[in-house]
């Protein structure tokens, strides 16, 4: 089980009642917003340690870029990370 989640009370019947209620609450509007546009975009959202992380295991730079056609002077290796990508690298945290 994950930590947290076990930390939220001693006895399992506590620990789920805390849980419902903690789901219960939704999602802020202004988070459900950010996640919607990253993940219509192919982006990461997250703490810097966090996408630094997703970087390292992925191998490609994950970074913000302006709308349109790059530049011809991007590289290869300077490119957006499929979102596809960020949900294999996630699973294992939610494990």
Partial sequence: MDPEYVDLAD?????HERYAR???QGVPQQE???????????RVTGHQRFVGEVEQ?????????RPG?????????NRSVPVFSFWRVTERFLV
């Fill in 11 to 15: 006895e399992g019947t506590a620990r």
């Fill in 22 to 24: 903690f789901v219960e």
């Fill in 32 to 42: 459900l917003t950010l996640m919607r546009e990253a993940s219509q975009r192919s």
């Fill in 57 to 65: 295991i992925i191998g490609v730079p994950i970074e913000r870029r």
């Fill in 69 to 77: 056609r790059p530049s011809s002077r991007r590289t290869r290796e």
